[in-house]
C-alpha cells in the first residue's frame, strides 16, 4: 500500500510515521480484522481532514519542525561552513586567528590551529 502526500521528504515521512502510530493504537475494529488497503486509506483521510484533532495536532508539530529548519538554515547562512572561524566583510573565509583562509578549506576543529598556506593545511 502507498500513500501519496504531496510535499517534502521530511513532512512525508513524519506524517507517515504518525499515521503508523496511530494504526497501531487505534487502527482495528473491534472485530480484531486487519487492515486492507482501501481500510487505511478511508482511516487516513477521516484521520487527515482539516478541522479534526489530528490534524490539527499534525500542523502544530509540522509547523514547529518547519521553523526549526528555518531557524538551522539561517545559522547556516551566516556560518557557511564548520569548525572555528568567520567571513570577513569582503567575503573571505578567515580563520579562528584572523588569517585567510581558502573556501573549500576542511573545517578548522580546534581553535589553537592556524592554517599553513605552505601546507594547504590546519596546523
Known sequence: MQIRINSDQMT???VRHRFLEE?????SYDDGDPFTASRAKR???NWIRP??????ELN??????????????????????D?????DSLGR????????VPMDAPACMDVM???????????
Open 12 to 14: 512525508r515521512d513524519f
Open 23 to 27: 494504526i497501531e493504537m487505534n487502527g
Open 60 to 81: 502544530l508539530k509540522l509547523n514547529a519542525i518547519q521553523r526549526e529548519q528555518n531557524s538551522r538554515s539561517c545559522v547556516k547562512k551566516k556560518k557557511p561552513f
Open 51 to 56: 478541522g479534526k484533532p489530528p490534524r490539527l
Open 113 to 123: 590551529m592556524e592554517w599553513s598556506t605552505q601546507h594547504q593545511r590546519w596546523e
Open 93 to 100: 573565509r578567515r580563520g579562528p586567528h584572523g588569517e585567510v
Open 83 to 87: 569548525g572555528f572561524g568567520s567571513i
Open 43 to 45: 482511516y487516513f483521510v
